[in-house]
C-alpha cells in the first residue's frame, strides 16, 4: 500500500503535467488560427480534396491442369 506522501507526490507529479500539455495545447490552437488565417489571406476559403486513384483491375488466376 502506498503511503500517503508518496500519493501526494503522485499527484503532485500528474498536476505539473497536465500544466504542461494545457500549455502546449493552447500554443498549438494559437498556430492553428494563425495558418487558417493565412488561408483565407491567400483566397483559398476550401481546400479541395486530393481525387483518390482507381483500384486496379484484379488478375484472374489461372487454374493449373493436372
Not at 498556430?31 to 486530393?50: F, H, N, R, S, Y
Amino acid at each position: 500500500m502506498a503511503t500517503a506522501k508518496q500519493i501526494q507526490l503522485r499527484i503532485k507529479q500528474t498536476k505539473k503535467t497536465l500544466v504542461k500539455l494545457n500549455k502546449e495545447l493552447a500554443a498549438a490552437k494559437k498556430q492553428l488560427k494563425a495558418l487558417e488565417a493565412q488561408l483565407k489571406k491567400a483566397g483559398k476559403g476550401a481546400v479541395k480534396p486530393k481525387a483518390k486513384k482507381k483500384a486496379a483491375p484484379k488478375k484472374k488466376v489461372s487454374k493449373k491442369k493436372r
